[in-house]
């Protein structure tokens, strides 16, 4: 009965059987281990962008992924890409992606007093988020940066908001110089 599972056991959220036996992964030194995963990582199209992100460490078989890519999907297909791999023990995928990281840092932006009637854009990249737009005053500057640093896992926070005292919301589909894009049969 190949591919059974041994009565009595389940499957987990991976599909590896909870009490069945796992194959004994060789022992491999920890910087081959580390390149090798950097290798996988490389050679997949969908996780390469965001590479110079992710930090790798590895010891005694177990790998730690943490940093920063630009969506969960990613995250998740890093975990697919390293199932299997000669030498890995554990795997803990700490990355954090940015679309969760920014909605984060929107939210923290409009249910602050000091910035929620403010209309400012969250852009992110690897953990960098741009604050772009226009508020009404240089206090609403200022307090606009120090709310997106102080969300965890940020790492940097460049504040592009331009102060207008008369700015009243952000134009519909505006691009990052604040104008309108152009977009077919717009204007």
């Given at each position: 009965?190949?591919?059974?599972?041994?009565?009595?056991?389940?499957?987990?959220?991976?599909?590896?059987?909870?009490?069945?036996?796992?194959?004994?992964?060789r022992?491999?030194?920890?910087?081959?281990?580390?390149?090798?995963?950097?290798?996988?990582?490389?050679?997949?199209?969908?996780?390469?962008?965001?590479?110079?992100?992710?930090?790798?460490?590895?010891?005694?078989?177990?790998?730690r992924?943490?940093?920063?890519v630009?969506?969960?999907?990613?995250r998740?297909?890093?975990?697919e890409?390293?199932?299997g791999?000669d030498?890995l023990?554990?795997?803990?995928?700490?990355?954090?992606?940015?679309?969760?990281l920014?909605a984060a840092?929107?939210?923290?932006?409009?249910y602050?007093?000091r910035?929620?009637?403010?209309?400012?854009?969250?852009?992110p990249?690897?953990?960098?988020?741009?604050?772009?737009?226009?508020?009404?005053?240089?206090?609403?500057?200022?307090?606009?940066?120090?709310?997106?640093?102080?969300v965890?896992?940020?790492?940097?926070v460049?504040?592009?908001?331009?102060?207008?005292?008369?700015?009243?919301?952000?134009?519909?589909?505006?691009?990052?110089?604040?104008?309108?894009?152009?977009?077919?049969?717009?204007?």
């Amino acid at each position: 009965m190949a591919g059974r599972a041994p009565r009595g056991n389940a499957r987990d959220h991976t599909g590896w059987y909870q009490d069945a036996p796992r194959r004994l992964a060789r022992s491999r030194a920890d910087d081959e281990l580390c390149q090798d995963v950097y290798h996988r990582l490389r050679d997949c199209q969908l996780v390469r962008l965001d590479l110079p992100g992710i930090a790798i460490h590895a010891r005694d078989g177990v790998v730690r992924l943490q940093g920063h890519v630009s969506s969960d999907g990613k995250r998740r297909r890093a975990n697919e890409v390293l199932r299997g791999l000669d030498g890995l023990l554990e795997l803990h995928n700490e990355l954090v992606a940015d679309t969760a990281l920014a909605a984060a840092v929107a939210m923290a932006l409009a249910y602050d007093p000091r910035t929620a009637r403010e209309h400012i854009g969250v852009y992110p990249c690897l953990g960098v988020m741009r604050l772009r737009g226009i508020v009404r005053t240089a206090t609403a500057h200022a307090d606009a940066w120090k709310i997106a640093a102080a969300v965890p896992l940020v790492k940097q926070v460049v504040n592009e908001l331009h102060v207008g005292p008369a700015a009243a919301v952000l134009p519909d589909l505006a691009g990052v110089t604040n104008t309108y894009d152009l977009v077919p049969g717009g204007r």
